[in-house]
């Protein structure tokens, strides 16, 4: 069954460093995602992309944030200048056509800012 | 606006019992999707339904059942005869289609427990 692959699985950084996060989407899907779990806490919408560009994103997706499709395959999350607050596990998910469809989700990256 | 509920932020039961998962979700689209996940301690989100607006049938597959109450904006998951192994976080979801691209709506899970 296709998968959505993150990497890296863990990833610790320094406070104030750029971090970029990489999912490799299923390859026919439209539609991708981007959320983000701070550890014990709900899931958060961040970004939703669609034909090459941002449909959506949240209030928490700031200046600091940024995504990417760059070459087809990959889409990848980038955050400028991490802080503290941003340590979380980042999902990856895309879908075919939206709901209808369903969400497939990758297992997730989990950010450490110390 | 969007949301869903899951009052019960934890449940723990002894293995064999069955056990029944809230969630309550508001929304004005008359068109959308709900979901139920699991996250197990590894953290990923498993899959485990998606059920749509104009299907209000009830749904079993082997232990689990799903019952869907448009009336009260219920979409309960149960688990018959729980096992450690269903230990994990749960999170309802909706999605409410086009106008919000398709996003997820996330419950705040309810944590399940079960005891040997």
């Known amino acids: 069954e296709p998968e959505v692959t993150q990497t890296p699985s863990h990833q610790v950084t320094q406070m104030g460093q750029e971090v970029i996060l990489r999912c490799v989407p299923i390859?026919?899907?439209?539609?991708f995602y981007w959320y983000r779990q701070i550890l014990g806490q709900k899931v958060e919408f961040l970004v939703s992309?669609?034909?090459?560009?941002?449909s959506e994103k949240s209030e928490i997706f700031d200046d600091q944030f940024s995504v990417e499709r760059p070459d087809g395959s990959n889409f990848t999350l980038k955050i400028r200048s991490t802080k503290l607050e941003d340590s979380a596990m980042y999902f990856c998910?895309?879908?075919?056509?939206?709901w209808g469809y369903g969400y497939t989700f990758g297992s997730g990256t989990r950010l450490t800012v110390v | 606006a969007q949301k869903v509920t899951q009052a019960q932020t934890e449940i723990s039961v002894v293995e064999k019992e069955d056990v029944t998962l809230d969630c309550v979700y508001e929304t004005r689209d008359t068109t959308y999707y709900l979901f139920w996940y699991k996250q197990p301690p590894s953290g990923e989100l498993v899959f485990l339904i998606r059920r749509n607006s104009f299907d209000e049938q009830n749904e079993i597959s082997g232990r689990y059942s799903w019952n869907f109450q448009k009336s009260t904006r219920s979409f309960n998951f149960t688990i018959t005869a729980s096992q450690v192994v269903d230990s994990a976080v749960y999170f309802c979801a909706l999605s409410t289609g086009r106008w919000s691209n398709y996003q997820l709506i996330w419950g705040a899970g309810t944590k399940l427990i079960i005891k040997p």
């Open positions: 992309f669609y034909n090459n560009e941002i």
């Open positions: 998910a895309s879908s075919l056509g939206g």
């Open positions: 390859s026919n899907h439209l539609y």
